[in-house]
């Protein structure tokens, strides 16, 4: 799986001590022959899944600041788009 964000924009308030970012983000994901037991079939042979865009859209955040740290406080997310996400963070095998 590869996860990126690109054209991050951070606006820090004057007072310093709120801020707010925009980004994109994507997500990419594909299965090789050995990448997860739930994906071998019963005679042993391995189900790939091609590498693919799975998820893209915008992130836009909240952020203040406390004490000494800066915690996010809200996210909204827009997914502008959705592929087939079948085999993204499947539960591990037993």
């Known amino acids: 799986m590869q996860f990126g964000a ?22 990419f994901q594909g299965l090789g022959p050995h990448d997860h037991p739930a994906d071998q079939r019963p005679d ?3 189900v790939e ?10 992130y836009f ?4 600041y406390h004490g000494e740290a800066w915690q996010m406080v809200a996210r909204e997310i827009y997914a502008d788009f959705a592929g087939d996400a ?9």
């Not at 690109?6 to 997500?27: E, Q």
């Not at 899944?49 to 915008?58: D, H, K, V, W």
């Open 86 to 94: 079948s085999r993204h963070m499947r539960a591990p095998v037993p």
């Open 49 to 58: 899944f091609p590498l693919q865009l799975i998820s893209c859209g915008r």
């Open 61 to 64: 955040d909240t952020y203040r």
């Open 6 to 27: 690109t054209n991050v924009i951070v606006d820090v308030a004057d007072a310093l001590d709120t801020a707010t970012c925009h980004s994109y983000f994507f997500l």
């Open 44 to 46: 042993h042979a391995s």
